[in-house]
C-alpha cells in the first residue's frame, strides 16, 4: 500500500509570510500532482511533476519532486489570504492508475 | 467548457438504504475515476472506468458498485449504507489513463449525510 505523508496538518501565518508544505513517502511515484480544495468543493489542480528533482512555478508557488520519486514540496512566497484552503499532494502510483492522496494541509492565511 | 459535473449536490439517506450518485465528465474526456473524501482527509480512490470497463478498485467493500455509460458518464452505487458511509464523493476525469501523467479533473463533488 502507497502512503503519502503531508506535514504540516495545520498552517496559520500572516499575509506576506513565506510556507513550506511537505509530502513524503517511501514508495516511489511515476508522477505527482499537487491539489488546493475550497470547503464544499472538489479538489483543482495546480501541477503535475513527472521527472525526479524537477521544478516548477506558478506565480508565487514553487514545487519540487524530489530526485527519487517519493517526496515533493510545495513552497509558497509571501503569501496572500486568497492562498487560503486545503493543500492535497497526491502521487501517480506504479501499475495502477489511480492517485494516493494524502491527508492535506489546511493553510489559513491571516490579513 | 464545461467541467465536471456531479448530481445530487447534497444528499441526505437513512442507514440500509441505497444511494446513485451521477457523474458526466468534461467533453472528450473517456476516464472517469470515483473518490471518497471523509472529512478531515484526503480523498480515497474507490473506482476507475474507462471506455465502460472497470480499470481499478479500491479497498472499499461490495457494497460499492458503478458502471459509466457509452457516453462515458458514470454512476457511482452503494448499497445497504451505513454512518461511516458518510463522506463527500468526487468524481474525476481524465483523458486516457494509459499515456502520459495521470492528470484528473474534480467535480464539484456529492455531499453524503447518512443518519
Known amino acids: 500500500t502507497q502512503l503519502l505523508e503531508q506535514s504540516p496538518q495545520f498552517l496559520s501565518i500572516q499575509e506576506g509570510e513565506n510556507l513550506t508544505v511537505y509530502c513524503n513517502s517511501s514508495?516511489?511515484?511515476?508522477?505527482l500532482q499537487w491539489y488546493r480544495q475550497e470547503p464544499g468543493e472538489g479538489p483543482v489542480l495546480l501541477v503535475t511533476v513527472v521527472t525526479g528533482g524537477e521544478v516548477k512555478k506558478l506565480k508565487r508557488l514553487t514545487f519540487q519532486f524530489g530526485d527519487a520519486r517519493k517526496d515533493s514540496s510545495l513552497h509558497i512566497t509571501a503569501a496572500q489570504t486568497g492562498d487560503t484552503g486545503l493543500y492535497l499532494c497526491?502521487?501517480?502510483?506504479?501499475?495502477?492508475?489511480?492517485?494516493?492522496f494524502g491527508s492535506g494541509t489546511r493553510l489559513q492565511v491571516q490579513p | 467548457d464545461a467541467g465536471v459535473t456531479q448530481s445530487p449536490t447534497h444528499l441526505i439517506k437513512t442507514r440500509g438504504q441505497q444511494v446513485t450518485l451521477r457523474c458526466s465528465p468534461i467533453s472528450g474526456h473517456k476516464s472517469v475515476s470515483w473518490y471518497q473524501q471523509v472529512l478531515g482527509q484526503g480523498p480515497q480512490f474507490i473506482f476507475q472506468?474507462?471506455?465502460?470497463?472497470?480499470?481499478g478498485r479500491g479497498n472499499f467493500p461490495d457494497r460499492f458498485s458503478a458502471r459509466q455509460f457509452p457516453n462515458y458518464s458514470s454512476e457511482l452505487n452503494v448499497n445497504a449504507l451505513l454512518l461511516g458511509d458518510s463522506a463527500l464523493y468526487l468524481c474525476?476525469?481524465?483523458?486516457?489513463?494509459?499515456?502520459?501523467?495521470?492528470?484528473?479533473?474534480f467535480g464539484p463533488g456529492t455531499r453524503l449525510t447518512v443518519t
Open positions: 497526491a502521487g501517480e502510483g506504479t501499475g495502477r492508475r489511480a492517485l494516493t
Open positions: 514508495s516511489v511515484f511515476s508522477s
Open positions: 474525476a476525469s481524465s483523458l486516457d489513463p494509459g499515456r502520459g501523467a495521470y492528470e484528473q479533473y
Open positions: 472506468y474507462y471506455e465502460k470497463e472497470e480499470r
